[in-house]
C-alpha cells in the first residue's frame, strides 16, 4: 500500500498541476484528489503484489522530491521486475 506520506504528496503533487478556473472547483479538487487516492489504495491497490509495494513508494517518493533521476531508475527497475516476475511466466510457451 501507499505509504501515509506518498498519499499526501500525490494529492498535492496533483493539486498544483491540476487548476481550474472555477474557485468552487479549485477548492475542492485537492480534498476529492485525496479522496480518490485514498480508494484507490484500499480498494484498487491491494491487487496489486505486496513485493512491488517497496519499489513503488520509493519511486514515488522520489518523485514527491523531484529526484527525478532516481525516479527514472527506480521506475525502469520496477517495470524490469513487473515484466520478469510477472509478464513473462505467463507468456511463456514450454
Not at 517497496?54 to 523531484?66: H, P, R, T, W
Amino acid at each position: 500500500m501507499l505509504t501515509k506520506e506518498n498519499k499526501a504528496g500525490l494529492a498535492k503533487l496533483l493539486d498544483d498541476l491540476i487548476v481550474f478556473k472555477n474557485p468552487f472547483l479549485e477548492a475542492i479538487d485537492g480534498p476529492t484528489l485525496k479522496a480518490v487516492i485514498g480508494l484507490l489504495d484500499t480498494q484498487l491497490f491491494e491487487k496489486i503484489p505486496s513485493d512491488l509495494w517497496e519499489d513503488i513508494n520509493q519511486s514515488i517518493a522520489a518523485i514527491l522530491v523531484k529526484d527525478y533521476e532516481t525516479a527514472a531508475t527506480e521506475l525502469g527497475e520496477l517495470i524490469g521486475k513487473i515484466f520478469t516476475e510477472y509478464v513473462l511466466p505467463k507468456n511463456v510457451i514450454e
